[in-house]
């Protein structure tokens, strides 16, 4: 049986996040927002503060002010063996021990402990991409 083990990153998976996926001639790219921590989201409203100059982070507009911290996470593979994707339920349920923890991204792993490819368990959707290798990208929201 084949477990996840959870990849560790300086973020997290937004809590109520789910993973979008597209595919091209670049190949499989699946996104989903992050949340960066405490003292980036103080460092980006202490931005939003300068940059207009403003006394108090009331004033800051209400999307900059909720946008504050968060980033979009894009995982870019290149090549892929197989693609699936369905409710986060149905998707964790041949897994032990995950179905409750929060979105976050994993790798699957045989009993021999060979990455065969990553999930990401969103707030609703399961999507797991057998693949080898990933680029990932941080961009803003806006």
């Not at 949340?35 to 108090?56: N, P, T």
């Not at 080898?132 to 941080?138: C, G, L, N, S, V």
């Amino acid at each position: 049986m084949n477990v996840l083990q959870k990849i560790d990153f300086s973020w997290k998976m937004e809590s109520c996040s789910d993973p979008l996926f597209s595919y091209d001639e670049d190949g499989l790219k699946v996104s989903f927002m992050i949340f960066l921590g405490e003292e980036i989201r103080k460092a980006d409203i202490g931005k939003w503060l300068s940059v207009y100059d403003l006394q108090d982070e009331l004033q800051i507009p209400d999307k900059l002010y909720n946008d504050s911290g968060y980033r979009i996470a894009e995982f870019r593979f290149s090549g892929m063996d197989s693609l699936y994707c369905t409710d986060r339920e149905s998707g964790l349920a041949v897994y032990a021990d995950v179905d409750h923890d929060p979105p976050a991204v994993y790798h699957e792993v045989d009993t021999e402990h060979h990455i065969l490819g990553y999930v990401f368990a969103g707030h609703d959707l399961f999507l797991s991409v057998k693949a080898r290798t990933y680029d990932i990208e941080i961009h803003s929201l806006s």
